[in-house]
């Protein structure tokens, strides 16, 4: 039966959320049976961003050791990976892409209920680096998935638990930091004094029981703060879009030196970002978006922006990941221009998700550098 839809103009139908789950589900194992019959999954583990610091920080935790090392990241990933790994009986290691495939499934369902099936389905396929560190192992899916815990909240009118969220976020990553601002500004805008003192207490709590929980187990609070300055952070030049990453990559000897690889996804999601900011400010119905639910453009304009402070080397290959909070609303921002039929999506979403496989592969790096050769 041939499909009519061309010949009557008729609109492809809305995505599901059935569609979602077939999507993601299908599209994940897709990656987990690439890994495992062309590549091995735990050395793809091991070799995925920080894994290798966030399981010792773990097992660190874990074997009560801790005191003996330092703390080198924000620990809530690790803290959560530290029972996952007790209960389960499995090595820190394996404990990661645990807590990371949960999160992440809970980060796509989050974004479904607050941006729609359509627009989650986007974001779950089509960043190379989500996808990696969502089935791998990494920080961003928790991070992530409790910022837009924190969004879905605040959308609701749930003060408290979208502070002790946003609180919670600051834990894996600091930059949750604008979630908390975003809160604390439409509360003070609306004059909901009592909704803001309680945000603003349930914020002190979660900040300062978490720093008792490192300085106890580490035996200092801010030991990752000067880590992070042994890496570069402050002392580098800031991040110019379209500028840095290029003198970045000029500098082909240099100590932060960037591939050809980086520099394209860069530039590709830098150009999306762009192309999303121009395009919520230019829609009438973005503009009375930002209206009517504030607090997740606040924060989205926050972290955007923080992009143009952030004194480290790494921001300039790593723009896609660290991208990844604000990306359903540059979707939903874009959506008059990007496809929404389904078909569309499954095999861009399949494409994709095989390249975030291979991409990595001992084959597929040996034939890009005979390329660049």
Not at 268 to 295: K, L, Y
Request: contains cysteine; positive net charge; hydrophobic residues 55%.
């Amino acid at each position: 039966m041939c499909d009519t839809s061309a010949v009557t103009g008729a609109q492809p139908r809305e995505l599901t959320r059935r569609d979602l789950a077939a999507i993601v589900l299908v599209s994940y194992a897709w990656f987990a049976l690439l890994i495992v019959v062309f590549d091995s999954y735990p050395s793809r583990v091991l070799h995925c961003g920080d894994n290798p610091s966030y399981a010792g920080e773990s097992a660190a935790i874990r074997g009560g050791t801790a005191q003996a090392s330092m703390a080198r990241h924000f620990l809530g990933y690790s803290l959560v990976a530290a029972p996952v790994a007790a209960l389960l009986h499995i090595s820190d290691m394996n404990a990661l892409p645990v807590v990371s495939i949960l999160a992440s499934l809970a980060a796509i369902y989050l974004a479904g209920e607050l941006w729609g099936a359509w627009a989650a389905a986007w974001f779950a396929v089509i960043n190379l680096d989500w996808i990696q560190r969502s089935l791998l192992g990494g920080a961003e899916p928790l991070f992530v998935a409790l910022v837009f815990a924190c969004l879905l909240a605040a959308r609701k009118d749930r003060w408290t638990a979208a502070a002790t969220f946003g609180a919670l976020s600051t834990v894996v990553r600091p930059l949750g930091i604008f979630a908390l601002a975003a809160i604390g500004i439409v509360l003070l805008r609306r004059r909901r004094f009592g909704s803001l003192a309680a945000a603003i207490t349930v914020s002190l709590i979660a900040g300062a029981a978490y720093l008792g929980v490192v300085h106890l187990l580490f035996g200092q609070s801010f030991g990752n703060f000067k880590w992070y300055q042994s890496m570069g952070l402050g002392h580098d030049r800031t991040f110019i879009p379209f500028v840095t990453i290029f003198l970045t990559y000029a500098e082909r000897y240099g100590e932060h030196q960037l591939t050809a690889k980086n520099l394209v996804k860069t530039l590709t999601w830098m150009t999306f970002t762009a192309g999303g900011i121009i395009a919520a400010f230019w829609r009438r119905e973005m503009r009375e978006s930002m209206r009517t639910v504030p607090v997740e453009w606040i924060f989205a304009a926050m972290y955007v922006v923080s992009f143009l402070f952030f004194p480290a080397w790494w921001i300039e290959g790593e723009f896609p990941r660290y991208l990844a909070p604000v990306i359903p609303l540059l979707l939903i921002a874009l959506r008059p221009w990007l496809p929404k039929d389904r078909r569309v999506i499954w095999i861009v979403g399949l494409l994709s998700v095989t390249l975030s496989a291979v991409e990595d592969m001992p084959l597929f790096r040996d034939a890009l550098h005979a390329l660049a050769r």
